[in-house]
């Protein structure tokens, strides 16, 4: 089973500044096959980036995301109220099961 | 309106099963893999198992093999997830979401809170 590291842990920050979150796999995730989902309290996960850097339907194109073998990221420019929360990275590259890293909560300072 | 829409939450003893449903809508039932995912609280989401439209088969992650079922009923478009034997480690959030077999979720339920308590 192949585990996600996600850093940092936590992140301060304010409107209007960038951010970029780390997913870093045990071992190669296939066809770059890796995900990121944004959580608010009490909803259910939110798909913004699939196949390392596609955006999801609706996803603005301040999301991107980059990465390959066991390394990604996420960066976020121009922080928005709406875009704090917890983010996850999934991968689904290699069989079952599907994992995801612990999470990085996003702060508004 | 395109959504899944899932049966509200429980509350069992250790030991007992739980059945948890999941209401598809606004899209075709058999083009999308439907998967089970948990979530306990301040963790990460925890992949369960997936379930084929088209032929009911389903994969669980090893972990659950031998507690879990997963059915499909395609004449009302409902997708189930059973786990027997309950334990208090399995109190959490349960999703269902849909995507290919191998692939990212791109519509979730609005989850399921499951409690074990006795």
């Known amino acids: 089973e192949i585990v996600l590291t996600q850093s940092p842990g936590t992140l301060s920050l304010s409107p209007g500044e960038r951010v970029t979150l780390s997913c870093r796999a045990s071992?190669?995730?296939?066809?770059?096959?890796l995900a990121w989902y944004r959580q608010k309290r009490g909803q259910a996960p939110r798909l913004l980036i699939y196949?390392?850097?596609i955006r999801a339907t609706g996803i603005p194109d301040r999301f991107s995301g980059s990465g390959s073998g066991t390394d990604f990221t996420l960066t976020i420019n121009r922080l928005e109220p709406e875009d704090f929360g917890v983010y996850y990275c999934?991968?689904?590259?290699?069989?079952?099961?599907?994992?995801f890293g612990q999470g990085t909560k996003l702060e508004i300072k | 309106q395109v959504q899944l829409v899932q049966s509200g939450g429980e509350v069992k003893k250790p030991g007992a099963s739980v059945k948890v449903s999941c209401k598809t809508s606004?899209?075709?039932?058999?083009?999308?893999?439907m998967h089970w995912l948990r979530q306990a609280p301040g963790q990460g989401p925890e992949w369960i198992g997936w379930?084929?439209?088209?032929?009911?088969?389903?994969r669980s992650a090893e972990r659950f093999q031998g507690r879990v079922v997963m059915t499909r009923d395609t004449s009302i478009n409902t997708f189930y997830l059973e786990l027997t034997s309950l334990r208090f480690d399995d109190t959490a959030v349960y999703y269902c979401?849909?995507?290919?077999?191998?692939?990212?979720?791109?519509?979730w339920g609005q989850g399921t809170l499951v409690t074990v308590s006795s």
């Open positions: 979401a849909r995507g290919p077999r191998s692939g990212a979720f791109d519509l």
């Open positions: 196949s390392t850097s």
């Open positions: 071992q190669t995730v296939s066809n770059t096959y």
């Open positions: 606004g899209y075709t039932f058999t083009d999308y893999w």
């Open positions: 379930n084929n439209p088209n032929s009911g088969d389903t």
């Open positions: 999934q991968q689904y590259g290699n069989s079952p099961p599907y994992s």
